[in-house]
């Protein structure tokens, strides 16, 4: 069982930065690829990016690529999302999410391989 806890979000300028955190409970946390998704309002949920348990492997989505970076600190059961050059559109609720699946990164855009998720942290970025 892992319990996610995001936080981090907050309201910002179209080019600012944010950095979104997502702590996680339990002991296996690097056993879990984890993952971050966002719902704008009116859309459906949709993927951001993913990273695998070691923090080796990353994969994005292309509309955030080069502009949003995840890490991990498995010492701190810890996922972030470093968030820079944000524009408008990146307006959100963003989720972190674990999976217990070993698989190629780029098959983690899908929200049904993920097994828990954090309650989100809303992201607002005026222009």
């Known amino acids: 069982q892992v319990q996610l806890v995001d936080s981090g979000g907050g309201l910002v300028q179209a080019g600012g930065s944010l950095r979104l955190s997502c702590a996680a409970s339990?002991?296996?946390?690097?056993?879990?690829?984890m993952g971050w998704f966002r719902q704008a309002p009116g859309k459906e949920r949709e993927f951001v990016a993913t990273?695998?348990?070691?923090?080796?492997?990353?994969y994005y989505a292309d509309s955030v690529k080069g502009r949003l970076i995840v890490s991990r600190d498995n010492a701190k059961n810890t996922v972030y999302l470093q968030m820079n050059s944000l524009k408008p559109e990146d307006t959100a609720v963003y989720y972190c999410?674990?999976?217990?699946?070993?698989?190629?990164?780029?098959?983690?855009?899908?929200?049904?391989?993920?097994?828990?998720w954090g309650q989100g942290t809303q992201v607002t970025v005026s222009s």
């Open positions: 339990g002991r296996t946390f690097r056993n879990y690829a």
């Open positions: 999410a674990a999976s217990g699946n070993n698989m190629s990164p780029h098959r983690l855009r899908f929200e049904s391989e993920y097994h828990y």
């Open positions: 990273i695998s348990g070691t923090g080796a492997y990353t």
